[in-house]
């Protein structure tokens, strides 16, 4: 590995360029809904308050840490460090500057489905660690919600491999030059949405962090640096799947390039990536706002008799378009 | 499982006691008397006018319902008739209020639904009521409005035309939210059949207000014993009969159209003349009860005079004790997930309701003890604590 994909890994587009991004998306995010709710949102740090999501994430990191008695002290400590790895490593995956991301492998598809499983896993283990009341029922609401959206995110993001043949996120991206697979599969772009909502424990999939029946769900007991890093992973995430559905769905960084010099490809592919990536976003902050939060018992039969059968008649449609 | 006395979901330390079964309630004891703040006895010290801004701070929200029913009370006893002008700039008030807690408790609902976008909107247009409430009585809230004898001061001149225009913004906004609550899917699958009370548990337990009417059971104090001007201008009386949180919604949407309306004709049909008259600071000896439908239903004031310059007691039922057992009721058989939603559905003040009762075996009903005892007494139970 030489100099240059180390400072692509850390710096840009790899570690700082999406931190960066996901303190953008909190405050966008916080800044649409609340224009949509008829509020002005963050104005005060920075212009239109855009600094806002960075100043608090410097406010908690630099308060005191409570850590509750009965906790599990070493997995509270460590934890969350990996919690934040499991989005950090995984957007190294995603192409920005081309159709190659900075790390690649022909089987990387199946590396984000771990990523995915081994964040909820986190989520739960530091849930259990810090033994709050309210934090072990959010645990149990986050398993539940977990098992019952695996299925149809997985066979959402097996469609566009078996459209593309390949299982590297590269493949998919760069199969997509003619057509984008949310043409192709637009049940499956939505089924990813959705299971990325439930993911992301966002409305109307916030059951396990519903902050009026079990006050910040499994965050309850966190505070200081602990709670700033969770916040800031879960911001992370919210950009990492993003980005994942513009590399499975909306054909990566491709859009028309006027130039043949690599470096001015990488700038347009750059801005193209950039614009995909925000209009996911915008789409995932308005269907959060719009929505009120279900019951994990709706939720549950939601995922299971509505949305599985649908992905999977979508994946089938897929495999007939592909084989036929 | 505990329920408060602090919890998210409570604005108001409240104490429920949950029998879980598995995710299932089978049983709800509520504990109250978290916030009992000793107004009762407060009213014995103070004067018969001061005793209008005690009694209005009962409740934040139906403040004008509290002054209304005190001070009709206390005017039973005096040989005084309130001035016709008087009793409709009342009326105006008391519905301007009911629109406005309505639209609160609309607000609190999309709030512990999860669906806090329909918070923000409503309680936005909560705030043009408020400005309302404010051009007629001078205050948003506590609007120490309502007087022994009338009101405080006149009905303002000129205002008629933003009432009006106001109130149409606030009937197509209610029209749009009612739209809304009954499509949005998210939201409909948590409040239909949530809740669920019949009309024999609600004859059983004697709620009043909304939660009564949602049963289908047609009781409104103002149409069955007229106060104000409630007479000449009266509301139809909104009932449904399913009896959940949907049709709770559904009354309540109902009812601030209603109350517009009522608004519009009483502003229209307003009566010159004067607006209050004056009353002695002495009351008549005497006892009286006086009823208003308040926002949360009725709302009861007993007042006993002896002659004197301050009342010899006042009892306030505030339309909470009502409803508290009716609530626990409601939530049996649902999940834990919905004891915030169903618990907001009957409009909760805890603040208002919370009284204390000692109770000893062997002594009669009601017994008297001098400050000097209770100080000892209370030494000795605290040393008997300590010893524990």
């Given at each position: 590995?030489?100099?240059?994909?180390?400072?692509?890994?850390?710096?840009?587009?790899?570690?700082?360029?999406?931190?960066?991004?996901?303190?953008?998306?909190?405050?966008?995010?916080?800044?649409?809904?609340?224009?949509?709710?008829g509020r002005l949102g963050p104005v005060v740090t920075g212009p239109f308050g855009i600094l806002q999501p960075v100043a608090d994430f410097f406010k908690l990191a630099s308060k005191e840490e409570i850590i509750p008695a009965h906790s599990d002290t070493f997995v509270l400590r460590w934890g969350p460090a990996l919690y934040f790895a499991a989005p950090a490593i995984g957007i190294a995956f995603i192409p920005v500057l081309g159709f190659q991301g900075i790390l690649n492998h022909p089987l990387d598809l199946l590396f984000m489905l771990f990523i995915l499983a081994f964040s909820t896993l986190m989520a739960a283990m530091l849930g259990y660690a810090s033994a709050g009341r309210f934090s072990t029922i959010a645990v149990g609401r986050l398993v539940v919600q977990y098992t019952s959206y695996e299925v149809p995110l997985i066979l959402s993001m097996i469609t566009p491999a078996i459209l593309a043949k390949s299982y590297s996120i590269q493949g998919i991206a760069?199969?997509?030059?003619?057509?984008?697979?949310?043409?192709?599969?637009?049940?499956?772009?939505?089924?990813?949405?959705?299971?990325?909502?439930?993911?992301?424990?966002?409305?109307?999939?916030?059951?396990?962090?519903?902050?009026?029946?079990?006050?910040?769900?499994?965050?309850?007991?966190?505070?200081?640096?602990?709670?700033?890093?969770?916040?800031?992973?879960?911001?992370?995430?919210?950009?990492?799947?993003?980005?994942?559905?513009?590399?499975?769905?909306?054909?990566?960084?491709?859009?028309?390039?006027?130039?043949?010099?690599?470096?001015?490809?990488?700038?347009?592919?750059?801005?193209?990536?950039?614009?995909?990536?925000?209009?996911?976003?915008?789409?995932?902050?308005?269907?959060?706002?719009?929505?009120?939060?279900?019951?994990?018992?709706?939720?549950?039969?939601?995922?299971?008799?509505?949305?599985?059968?649908?992905?999977?008649?979508?994946?089938?449609?897929?495999?007939?378009?592909?084989?036929? | 499982?505990?329920?408060?006395?602090?919890?998210?979901?409570?604005?108001?330390?409240?104490?429920?006691?949950?029998?879980?079964?598995?995710?299932?309630?089978?049983?709800?004891?509520?504990?109250?008397?978290?916030?009992?703040?000793?107004?009762?006895?407060?009213?014995?010290?103070?004067?018969?006018?001061?005793?209008?801004?005690?009694?209005?701070?009962?409740?934040?929200?139906?403040?004008?319902?509290?002054?209304?029913?005190?001070?009709?009370?206390?005017?039973?006893?005096?040989?005084?008739?309130?001035?016709?002008?008087?009793?409709?700039?009342?009326?105006?008030?008391?519905?301007?209020?009911?629109?406005?807690?309505?639209?609160?408790?609309?607000?609190?609902?999309?709030?512990?639904?999860?669906?806090?976008?329909?918070?923000?909107?409503?309680?936005?247009?909560?705030?043009?009521?408020?400005?309302?409430?404010?051009?007629?009585?001078?205050?948003?809230?506590?609007?120490?409005?309502?007087?022994?004898?009338?009101?405080?001061?006149?009905?303002?001149?000129?205002?008629?035309?933003?009432?009006?225009?106001?109130?149409?913004?606030?009937?197509?906004?209610?029209?749009?939210?009612?739209?809304?609550?009954?499509?949005?899917?998210?939201?409909?699958?948590?409040?239909?059949?949530?809740?669920?009370?019949?009309?024999?548990?609600?004859?059983?337990?004697?709620?009043?207000?909304?939660?009564?009417?949602?049963?289908?059971?047609?009781?409104?104090?103002?149409?069955?014993?007229?106060?104000?001007?409630?007479?000449?201008?009266?509301?139809?009386?909104?009932?449904?009969?399913?009896?959940?949180?949907?049709?709770?919604?559904?009354?309540?949407?109902?009812?601030?159209?209603?109350?517009?309306?009522?608004?519009?004709?009483?502003?229209?049909?307003?009566?010159?003349?004067?607006?209050?008259?004056?009353?002695?600071?002495?009351?008549?000896?005497?006892?009286?009860?006086?009823?208003?439908?308040?926002?949360?239903?009725?709302?009861?004031?007993?007042?006993?005079?002896?002659?004197?310059?301050?009342?010899?007691?006042?009892?306030?039922?505030?339309?909470?004790?009502?409803?508290?057992?009716?609530?626990?009721?409601?939530?049996?058989?649902?999940?834990?997930?919905?004891?915030?939603?169903?618990?907001?559905?009957?409009?909760?003040?805890?603040?208002?309701?919370?009284?204390?009762?000692?109770?000893?075996?062997?002594?009669?009903?009601?017994?008297?003890?001098?400050?000097?005892?209770?100080?000892?007494?209370?030494?000795?139970?605290?040393?008997?604590?300590?010893?524990?």
């Open positions: 590995m030489n100099l240059l994909q180390v400072s692509q890994l850390l710096l840009f587009p790899g570690l700082t360029f999406f931190v960066w991004l996901a303190f953008l998306f909190e405050w966008l995010d916080r800044k649409t809904s609340a224009r949509m709710q760069s199969a997509q030059g003619s057509m984008w697979y949310i043409v192709l599969a637009p049940i499956a772009f939505a089924v990813f949405i959705i299971a990325a909502l439930a993911e992301l424990e966002k409305p109307p999939f916030d059951i396990p962090s519903a902050k009026t029946e079990i006050v910040g769900g499994w965050m309850t007991e966190f505070s200081g640096n602990t709670l700033a890093y969770v916040k800031l992973t879960k911001s992370l995430s919210y950009v990492f799947l993003s980005a994942l559905a513009v590399s499975l769905f909306l054909g990566g960084p491709s859009g028309p390039v006027v130039s043949s010099a690599a470096y001015v490809q990488s700038v347009f592919y750059a801005i193209y990536f950039l614009v995909k990536l925000f209009a996911v976003g915008f789409l995932i902050f308005a269907i959060k706002t719009a929505l009120a939060r279900v019951r994990i018992d709706q939720a549950t039969r939601l995922f299971w008799t509505i949305i599985t059968p649908l992905s999977l008649a979508q994946l089938a449609v897929a495999i007939v378009l592909v084989f036929r | 499982m505990p329920f408060g006395p602090i919890h998210p979901s409570l604005k108001e330390p409240e104490y429920f006691k949950l029998i879980l079964e598995g995710e299932r309630i089978v049983q709800v004891v509520p504990r109250i008397g978290y916030v009992h703040r000793g107004i009762e006895r407060a009213a014995q010290e103070r004067t018969w006018v001061k005793n209008i801004y005690l009694f209005e701070r009962i409740c934040g929200i139906c403040s004008f319902a509290h002054s209304l029913g005190y001070t009709h009370a206390v005017e039973n006893l005096t040989a005084f008739e309130v001035p016709k002008r008087a009793k409709y700039i009342r009326l105006i008030v008391a519905e301007l209020e009911r629109i406005h807690s309505h639209l609160l408790w609309l607000g609190l609902v999309g709030h512990w639904a999860g669906f806090d976008t329909l918070f923000m909107w409503v309680w936005k247009d909560r705030e043009r009521v408020l400005d309302l409430e404010e051009a007629i009585t001078g205050n948003r809230v506590h609007k120490s409005y309502s007087t022994i004898g009338g009101v405080r001061m006149d009905f303002p001149d000129g205002i008629a035309a933003k009432i009006k225009s106001d109130l149409e913004y606030i009937e197509k906004r209610v029209d749009y939210y009612e739209t809304l609550v009954q499509s949005e899917e998210t939201f409909s699958v948590r409040t239909k059949g949530v809740g669920r009370i019949t009309q024999e548990t609600a004859r059983k337990l004697c709620p009043v207000g909304p939660l009564l009417r949602c049963t289908g059971i047609a009781r409104d104090v103002r149409v069955e014993d007229p106060y104000a001007a409630y007479d000449e201008v009266p509301p139809r009386v909104q009932t449904s009969n399913d009896g959940d949180i949907a049709s709770l919604l559904k009354i309540r949407l109902n009812e601030i159209r209603e109350s517009s309306w009522m608004i519009k004709t009483a502003v229209e049909r307003l009566p010159l003349g004067p607006y209050k008259v004056s009353v002695p600071r002495v009351v008549p000896q005497g006892e009286s009860t006086f009823h208003v439908e308040a926002p949360r239903g009725e709302l009861f004031y007993f007042v006993k005079s002896k002659g004197g310059s301050s009342p010899e007691r006042v009892k306030v039922r505030s339309s909470t004790v009502a409803n508290i057992l009716t609530a626990t009721e409601m939530l049996k058989g649902h999940t834990l997930a919905d004891v915030p939603i169903v618990l907001t559905g009957m409009d909760p003040c805890f603040g208002c309701m919370d009284r204390i009762s000692v109770v000893e075996a062997g002594k009669p009903k009601s017994w008297s003890i001098s400050g000097e005892d209770l100080r000892k007494y209370g030494i000795e139970y605290y040393k008997g604590r300590k010893s524990r």
